[in-house]
């Protein structure tokens, strides 16, 4: 929050309003969306919405999407760590 939105919100008292709410686990998951949108658009086809019908950009989606899953370093599912 920025300060002189906090400074205003507390100068007008209970006329200010509260605070925005922030979910700390949903903002994790929000992250992870965000974080999978940039590398997708990192697929020209996908970026540019190359092919024309909605089948073939999901299917180029789901590609895009394989790929990346592909891509990513096998973890170990009983260790927190990658």
Known sequence: ERADQKANRLR????????PAFDRELYKARN???RCFGRLKQF????T????LAARY???????ALILWLREPLRDPLSDRP
Do not use: C, N, Y
């Open 12 to 19: 007008r008292g209970k006329t200010g309003g509260r605070p």
């Open 32 to 34: 992870v969306v965000e």
């Open 58 to 64: 999901m299917a180029g989606v789901h590609l895009a």
């Open 49 to 52: 919405r190359f092919d024309k």
């Open 44 to 47: 020209r086809a996908i970026a």
